[in-house]
């Protein structure tokens, strides 16, 4: 049997392939390594408590009328009913740098009053960055080229702290670029996080997940769990042998086309006797940023206002892989009980993101030969414990005699202290869960954003393709679906 479709990967931008070409009447077979789908966005469960790994927020929010937002094309496209994600948007989130602090909600105002007041020379030209944002032309699948949107903004803001401020949260939620993102990219984000919002669906990641994989069933998409492709072969231009390991076994499997959202070079070293493009020129294109993250369940929730927290120890934003093991600058802490109205969410977990040193990581692993020898263990052990203390020093720095931030540092060591479950992934676990090359969460640095290879019948989704984050990602997979798979039934 030669499928029309096969989809390498159930990362959100598989899924969404998978979903939208089966929808169109092809026979698609969806094979991903694992045994639960999700990719970078899956969860596990632990001690009772159902944990997320990677989301902490899903950006792109939308009021129900609002029909022009990514995340309501998405919905629409795969069939999916907005009540069925129950999303809570969050109270409020902060950029917090030492000279200043931006808080957001995805009420546009809140943001407006705060830039009005702390940088009032700047609230006109941050009126004409949105508009530039809203008109901003995507070259997805024309193929743009990549630009610098820290050379950009200067044109535009010109105070450099309030620069900064804006760059930071952005590239944390998308950059494969050191210490700058691409302007096309940042152009998307701005419009996503703060124009849009910010939010989390009541039950985590997993609601979506479920959905979806319903969604899979329904079309008919055979999914196909433990399954890796460990080569793709042309046989003769007219369909593609994937070579699948299942165990100790290996089944074949045709397809007349293939969509890969493992990532360019993950997928290139599929073609190991033939090369769909060279690797050999293009190594220096592998992303460099990657995360650990620490996740803390716990009894009780902290009495703390916001989100999700963009901390910079600095005025000037450090976004790049670190000399050590991870970075203590700067880093991404959220609060997924701080979405929707008090007492709406019931995950009592906390959890920071911070970024590190995939080789690091990595020779501490492979050292020892195994993930679980001491020395790794210890490593991760004593960057939980320096996480505990960051989040710490982060609270005491706040106001804490002031208004909601009263008390706060006893909160959190209180609730630290009645810690239920923790975890902490490195790159390291990133790498071997996902096949990321260099445990790089955004992939490489050069984007495929017409999702084509020299193959004529393989293509690219999901993270380099060029859309990012859980939202970017199931766009990604319809886009490319649409225009390679969906495109060709209605001719
Ligand atoms: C710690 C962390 C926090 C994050 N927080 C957020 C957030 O708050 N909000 C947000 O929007 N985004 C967040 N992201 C980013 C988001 O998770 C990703 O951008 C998005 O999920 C990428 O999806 P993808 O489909 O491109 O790839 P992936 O999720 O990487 O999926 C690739 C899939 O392919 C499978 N695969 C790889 N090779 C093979 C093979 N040979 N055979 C079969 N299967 C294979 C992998 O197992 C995986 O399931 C976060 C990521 C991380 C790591």
């Known amino acids: 049997m030669i499928f029309d479709l096969a989809v390498i990967g159930a990362g959100m931008s598989g899924l969404a392939a998978a979903i939208r070409g089966a929808m169109s009447g092809k026979k698609v077979v969806l094979l991903e390594r694992h045994t639960r789908i999700g990719g970078l966005n899956s969860y596990y469960f632990r001690q009772g408590q159902t944990i997320d790994v990677g989301l902490h927020a899903l950006t792109n929010f939308y009021q129900p009328r609002q029909s022009t937002s990514p995340l309501f094309r998405v919905l629409r496209q795969l069939r999916i009913s907005y009540e069925e994600l129950q999303l809570l948007p969050h109270r409020s989130s902060v950029v917090s740098f030492p000279d200043q602090e931006l808080v957001f909600s995805n009420q546009r105002e809140q943001l407006l009053t705060e830039i009005a007041q702390k940088f009032p020379a700047e609230i006109d030209n941050f009126m004409r960055l949105i508009e530039w944002a809203k008109e901003y032309p995507l070259s997805a699948l024309s193929g743009g080229e990549y630009k610098s949107a820290r050379a950009f903004l200067p044109s535009i803001i010109k105070d450099r702290l309030l620069q900064e401020m804006l760059l930071f949260p952005i ?52 999914l196909r769990l433990g399954r890796e492709v460990v080569e793709v072969v042309d046989v003769k231009d007219v369909s593609l042998l994937l070579k699948v390991r299942v165990g100790a076994q290996t089944e074949e499997v045709f397809a007349r086309k293939v969509i890969s959202c493992a990532g360019y070079l993950e997928t290139d070293a599929l073609f190991s006797k033939e090369k769909v493009k060279g690797m050999s020129d293009e190594v ?115 106001r804490l005699d002031q208004g909601p931030y009263q008390g706060l540092n006893q909160g959190i060591d209180s609730v630290l202290g009645e810690v239920i479950f923790r975890d902490f992934y490195t790159p390291w676990s990133i790498h071997r869960y996902t096949g990321r090359v260099g445990g790089a969460v955004y992939g490489c640095q050069k984007k495929f954003r017409d999702g084509r290879t020299t193959h004529p019948n393989l293509y690219l989704c999901g993270t380099d393709h060029g859309l990012l984050g859980v939202v970017g990602a199931l766009l990604s997979g319809i886009t490319v679906a649409n225009q390679y798979i969906v495109a060709e039934s209605a001719l």
């Open 284 to 398: 220096n294109i592998a992303g460099k940023i990657s995360f650990t993250e620490a996740i803390w369940c716990c009894r009780r929730t902290p009495a703390w206002q916001h989100a999700v927290v963009f901390f910079s120890k600095n005025n000037q934003s450090y976004y790049r892989r670190p000399p050590g093991l991870i970075d203590t600058n700067s880093g991404l802490i959220c609060f997924p009980d701080n979405f929707g109205e008090k007492n709406e969410g019931s995950e009592r977990t906390v959890r920071l993101s911070l970024l590190a040193n995939f080789d690091l990581w990595h020779q501490l692993a492979q050292s020892s030969q195994s993930s679980q020898t001491m020395e790794y263990q210890e490593a991760k052990q004593q960057c939980e414990a320096m996480s505990v203390a960051l989040l710490r020093d982060y609270f005491l720095r706040q």
């Open 171 to 222: 590239m944390f939620y998308g950059s494969s670029w050191e210490d700058d993102i691409d302007l096309e990219q940042f152009a998307i984000l701005f419009k996503s996080i703060f124009l849009e919002g910010l939010s989390r669906p009541k039950g985590g990641v997993r609601v979506i997940l479920q959905i979806l994989q319903q969604r899979l069933y329904e079309e008919g998409c055979e």
